[in-house]
């Protein structure tokens, strides 16, 4: 039995066959898999506004449902001054989607007695044995005090830890963050460097109290690190990526695949047009000595169906396991206390505010109430996204995975887009 309160467990996958190619391809119609292609039809004009506005330069669009895909749709250019289309092997920087990826890791290790949810981040991590939480002063003379709690792994995954985000622009917390460390992707050179100098850095709130998106996640990958004895970047290669053929998400591209990987782009923020930024993680062909946790993969959408697959098959994929299925039922319940939403238990921020109606997992979000959240997607669907407008989700009730790429970091029109997309899925879901 699935725990209280989680999706039922799903139907059982049918597996896509052996072997993986950079270009996802359709191997169903729509009507095979249940999908009405005249409904399906309305999302492209929709999609088509925000490209034509210059909110978007260009996106990917993948339907998977019972094993198959069904739809596959690439639309503008994955590098638009040097005139070069979206397609269906374009890699992406992924950026947040990267998360679930290493709370897997975590919980493969969880499985194997090398880590415990309950266990003090301090036992991998010493510098944590003696963090404070910030009480009152600007970022620069901090009133702190001594925790009380203990950080604990459970913390890491739900992000519940008290650790932010540079981003959030907030709280003084914040800005210490980018005091300590800028505004880079790679904060450190190496994720051990990271964590002892963040663990001077004081909390923004005592462990377990609030939730708050943050850098846990590349804490998280440091424990793995530290319980594995290997670096992140090999046990997430050797472990997950080997296993489930996802032959072409690293934390580099190699220089062949160069013109591969979409631009990068940022939104002007007088007209909302996204503009290339050139030489913010630029072309990513180039070994990298930070393998954040949080961040940092790049990735096909033929890839990351392949792990999403594996969670919707609780754990399985093509005769792969990599968790048991009760450890896959686990993440995806609400973890958040007295089974709340993100808003109700969190530190507002811009992200927090768009979680009505979905609580915390161990790594995803499920819905837990799609009156709230105004959704039409079954209770127990599950999602994350990345900073430059990716997202992926799982709906157990349905069999189906819905991937969407774009590249433009922290795009206003992100939400928009991805609430549309769930409204053109589900209404054309009717078989």
Known sequence: ????????????????????????????????????????LRWEPVLDAHIASGALKGTLTVISRGGKVGYVRAAGSRDA??????????????????????????????????????????????????????????????????ARTPMTLWH????????????????????????????????????????????KVPLLFEPGTEWNYSNATDVLARVVEVGSGQSFDRFVAARILGPL??????????EGDGQRLAALYAPDMQTGRARAVHGLDGPRTQPRSFHGGGSGLVSTAADYLRFARMLLGRGQLDGVRLLAPHTVDLMVCNHLPGGVDV?????????????????????????????????????????????????????????LVV????????????????????????????G
């Open 156 to 199: 890491l995954l739900t992000h519940t830890s008290g650790l932010t985000y540079w981003f959030h622009m907030r709280d003084p917390v914040d800005e210490m963050y980018r005091l300590a460390f800028g505004s880079s992707e790679q904060p450190a050179p190496t994720l051990a460097d990271f964590c002892d100098k963040l663990a």
């Open 403 to 430: 991937l969407f790429f774009t590249q433009v970091l922290f795009a206003p029109v992100a939400p928009v887009v991805r609430r549309e997309l769930r409204w053109m899925v589900y209404s054309a879901l009717v």
């Open 1 to 40: 039995m699935a725990a209280a309160g989680c999706a039922p467990p799903p139907a059982k996958v049918r597996d896509e066959g052996a072997g993986s190619t950079a270009a996802v391809k359709p191997d169903a119609s729509p009507e095979d898999i249940g999908l009405d292609s005249n409904r399906l």
């Open 343 to 399: 808003p109700a238990f969190a530190r507002r921020n811009l992200l927090s505010d768009g979680l009505s109606g979905r609580g915390f997992g161990l790594g995803v979000s499920p819905l837990i109430d799609p009156v709230a959240a105004r959704s039409t997607a079954s209770r127990g669907e599950y999602t994350w996204g990345g900073a430059a407008g990716t997202e992926f989700w799982v709906d157990p009730a349905e069999d």
């Open 245 to 254: 053929e996802m032959r072409e998400t690293g934390y580099s591209v190699p």
């Open 81 to 146: 001054e040097a005139g070069l289309p979206v397609e269906s092997d374009t890699i992406w920087r992924i950026y947040s989607m990267t998360k679930p990826i290493t709370s897997v890791a975590a919980m493969m290790l969880c499985e194997e007695g090398a880590l415990a949810l309950s266990d003090p981040v301090a036992k991998y991590i010493p510098a944590f044995g003696d963090v404070r939480v910030y009480s009152v002063g600007p970022a620069r003379a901090p009133v702190t005090a001594a």
